[in-house]
C-alpha cells in the first residue's frame, strides 16, 4: 500500500507553536472549508478553539498535509484515508518519525540554499 510522503511544492512549516486556519490553508494549499469540513471527517484533527477562532499545532498540520496527499496525490477516498489513518501504518511510531525527519531535512536544505544565495 502507499505511504504518504510530504509534497515538495508546500512551502516548509515555520517554527511557531500555533497557526491560524488561513495559515494552514497556505501551508497545505487548500480552502480554509475544507480544513473546517476534515475536521469532521477525521478525528485525528483537532485544532484548540478559543473565542470562535481555531488554532492548529505543528502535529494538526503534519496530518493535513499527510490527508492532503492521500486524497489529491494517491486517490484514496474520505473513507480510505480515514480507514489508513485509523490502522496500523498510522499507529506506527517510526513512521510518524520519520515523517517528522523527512520534513525537517526538506526544511533545512531551504534554509542552506537560502544562505548558499547570500
Known amino acids: 500500500m502507499p ?11 515555520p517554527n511557531k507553536r500555533y497557526f491560524t ?5 497556505k501551508l497545505c494549499d487548500l480552502k480554509t472549508h475544507v480544513l473546517r469540513y ?3 471527517e477525521f478525528h485525528q484533527i483537532s485544532p484548540v478553539k478559543r473565542s470562535n477562532r481555531r488554532y492548529y499545532q505543528r502535529q ?3 496530518v493535513i498535509r499527510q ?8 486517490g484514496y477516498t474520505i473513507s480510505g484515508a480515514r480507514q489508513w489513518l485509523s490502522g496500523e501504518q498510522a ?17 533545512l536544505e531551504e534554509l542552506l540554499a537560502t544562505l548558499k544565495s547570500f
Open 60 to 62: 494538526d498540520v503534519l
Open 21 to 25: 486556519i488561513g495559515e494552514v490553508a
Open 38 to 40: 476534515w475536521e469532521q
Open 67 to 74: 490527508i492532503r496527499s492521500l486524497l489529491h496525490e494517491q
Open 91 to 107: 499507529g506506527d511510531d517510526a513512521a510518524r518519525y520519520k515523517q517528522l525527519v523527512r520534513q525537517t531535512i526538506t526544511e
Open 3 to 13: 505511504t504518504a510522503g510530504p509534497n515538495p511544492r508546500l512551502e516548509s512549516i
